[in-house]
């Protein structure tokens, strides 16, 4: 059972918002939300991290609703250079290994 | 501030030989973890290690695939005789001992060529 559903991919423009909403409907109590970007033959780079209401920081947001059962990671005026694939994840921190979907795979047009 | 590092950047080995990953975490993270992600697909979960200790190996496959994350020196994921299904991106990633949240740092991988 996949504990997060992402689109497989999106197509989006120069200059527009782009927001990718990820669904977990089985989130637990402890489990934080984290969204990673990752480009071709590079590894996974950090984001953003949640739990609730909305984190903001220097290159998205992320949108978390009172019932936590999806997230919308939101990136502003995108460029050619925010086309990558982007994770979704859920997890509380325990003695586990983090789980990776196949992301959204986000491309950007001129 | 070194991130993680992983190498070699490009392994190339002959079907039957032994091909030996290395990955150094960032300085002051005790958790490693190691990722296999085949083309076009996303990042499959191998094994994940405390210094000295396996504590998830769930994703390792039972037979050729081993880890290790000595006390001193980097953590190691070996594959003995390595077949054609073998080839793929190998990426680790580490994390500092309370894991604030859920933030993993990863290095650039290791492309793993079975020929």
């Known amino acids: 059972l996949a504990k997060t559903t992402q689109p497989i991919s999106m197509d989006s423009y120069e200059g527009q918002e782009v927001n990718i909403t990820c669904s977990h409907n089985?989130?637990?109590?402890?489990?934080?939300i984290t969204w990673y970007q990752q480009f071709p033959s590079q590894g996974p780079r950090f984001i953003i991290q949640?739990?609730?209401t909305k984190v903001t920081n220097e290159v998205a947001s992320l949108f978390i609703p009172a019932d936590r059962k999806s997230s919308t990671l939101s990136l502003p005026r995108v460029s050619l250079s925010d086309t990558a694939v982007y994770y979704c994840?859920?997890?509380?921190?325990?003695?586990?290994?983090?789980?990776f979907g196949k992301g959204t795979h986000l491309i950007i047009q001129p | 501030n070194a991130g993680v590092m992983q190498n070699p950047r490009h392994l190339v080995r002959r079907r039957g030989q032994e091909a030996r990953l290395r990955c150094s975490p960032m300085?002051?993270?005790?958790?490693v973890y190691w990722y296999r992600q085949l083309p076009e697909e996303g990042l499959k979960f191998m094994v994940y290690l405390q210094k000295e200790n396996i504590i998830d190996e769930s994703g390792m496959p039972k037979e050729r695939f081993s880890a290790e994350f000595p006390k001193e020196g980097p953590s190691i994921l070996r594959i003995q005789q390595v077949v054609r299904g073998d080839s793929a991106a190998y990426f680790c990633?580490?994390?500092?001992?309370?894991?604030?949240?859920?933030?993993?740092?990863f290095g650039s991988g290791t492309q793993l060529s079975v020929l």
């Open positions: 990633a580490s994390s500092p001992l309370d894991r604030e949240g859920e933030k993993l740092f």
């Open positions: 089985n989130i637990a109590t402890n489990d934080y």
């Open positions: 949640g739990y609730k």
């Open positions: 300085k002051g993270h005790s958790h």
């Open positions: 994840l859920v997890e509380g921190g325990g003695a586990d290994g983090l789980t």
